[in-house]
């Protein structure tokens, strides 16, 4: 697993009252995570976290051509300490503001 401790939750009401607070902040890229772990970390298909990539770049790719997808996986899989690097990667790929808006919630 990719994603740290420090954004998994996994019980509705946890995620229930952390997205209620969201009205009253801005989302940033570390909400943004912790969504997409909670709604997707159970899939076949998650692959430790990785394919929040792959959802990021399906909304978000237009906009940023110079992700490439499989080179920032290849750099977490082949990290010596991958749970960080893909919280630096996503911090990245969601550091614009207007990003995280484009993307929702």
Not at 57 to 67: I, M, R, S, T, V
Request: charged share 20%; proline share 4%; net charge negative.
């Amino acid at each position: 697993m990719y994603v740290s401790i420090n954004y998994r939750m996994n019980k509705s009401n946890e995620i229930g009252m952390f997205v209620s607070t969201l009205n009253e902040k801005t989302p940033t890229w570390s909400d943004l995570l912790t969504i997409d772990y909670f709604y997707h970390h159970h899939m076949e298909n998650y692959d430790g976290g990785l394919s929040f990539l792959d959802r990021l770049f399906d909304k978000l790719g237009q906009f940023h051509p110079e992700w490439n997808i499989e080179d920032l996986k290849n750099a977490i899989r082949n990290s010596n300490n991958p749970v960080l690097v893909y919280t630096d990667i996503i911090h990245y790929m969601l550091e614009d503001p207007r990003d995280v808006t484009y993307y929702g919630i």
